[in-house]
């Protein structure tokens, strides 16, 4: 069943809504944060099973948030998916050596993205 909690950090609003609407369309539940630092505490109290990290944030950006999610025991075993804007070549290189468990690319293939989503969830983490 897909009912799994899904953090979602992302500081567009109108990115976050379509996320949060596709996600919830497929029965998942949500939480949503503007920034890497709320989104921290989230996963830290909330304990989702996914986060989806933006790159691009106000304070701390998504590799930043990546390692302290992965650095801290209670955060370190939650997958995180970046989802970034495919332009961003630098970024996109940065994001897959710094070890995220997926890369989505923005605007998001809704098809594709719930697929990589349901993927991530069946499987565990560091096995990819
Ligand atoms: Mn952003």
Redesign the pocket.
Known sequence: MANELILIV???EKNRKLVRDVLQFKGYQTLESESAEEGIRLAREKKPALILM?F??PGMNGIEAFKVLRADPQTSSIPIVAVTASAMTEDRQKIIAAGFDGLQTKPINVKEFLEAVAQTLKKPRGTA
Do not use: F, G, M, P
């Open positions: 992302e500081d567009n933006d691009h944030l």
